[in-house]
């Protein structure tokens, strides 16, 4: 059996992860930020203390979790299917955590469909002893549905039926895989032309978890003015991928403290779907 349903409440050993400020100017400008977002992408300006962005959570978090118990598959059929971040602090530009994680659930899409498993991480500032951050993300097997397990819940998200309160568009690059996984998500399928087209793709894809940094970049400054510290959480479904060059239009309606949104491409089709943020 290809995935263990057995493996769900197994949990990892701890472990520490340290970053630089050069470490979250990289993850900055991989997603997208530049000249105008100087809090983020640079530690020597004069009036503008560094600061980091609020979804380097996804690169920084997530440690400690037995991903190896879940069971064998294809990586090349692997998608990122939904990701979640809760900051119990704002991240510091630098520092220390240590992470422990374990399998919250695994699903089974169907016979010849998929298998989903999905993993979460708790995250303590070690210089502080104090919760900072909670990951929380589902892994999507193509091929590797129907070993008999539950479908998982349904949905519950539905798109306000008004205008947006805010919309942002951003251009990603040609490019910007490489720049991305630079923070350390090397998984080939973001730049390897062979290895892409294994898994069914005419060339590279955008990291899911980019295209989410180009979301939250926008609900950031839209909902929160640019000041991490009021930025709480960001759940969201990855829908469709992104190819680098595409234009990303994130739509966000807000209901007090909590703000639904969408991240589509240029041709109106949905990439980032079901988003849910909450903010202060």
Known sequence: MPLNPEAVGRKGEPQRR????????????????????????????????????PTMAVVLGGGGVPFGEIGTFNPALMLHGAQGIELLSEIPPEGEIESTGGVAAIWDKGEGKAGVAELVSESIDVATGKPLLRTKMTAFFRGEGGFGGERGPAPEWNRPDRKADHEIRYATRLDQPLLYRLSGDRNPLHSDPSFAKLGGFERPILHGLCTYGFTGRALLHAICEGDPARFKAMDARFSKPVMPGDELTVRMWVDGETCLFQTTNQNDEVVIDQGVMRFA
């Open 18 to 53: 340290s970053w630089t400020s050069k470490d979250s100017l990289l993850y900055a400008l991989g997603v997208g930020a530049g000249t105008e977002e100087l809090a983020f992408t640079t530690e020597n300006t004069k009036d503008t203390p560094q600061r980091a962005l």
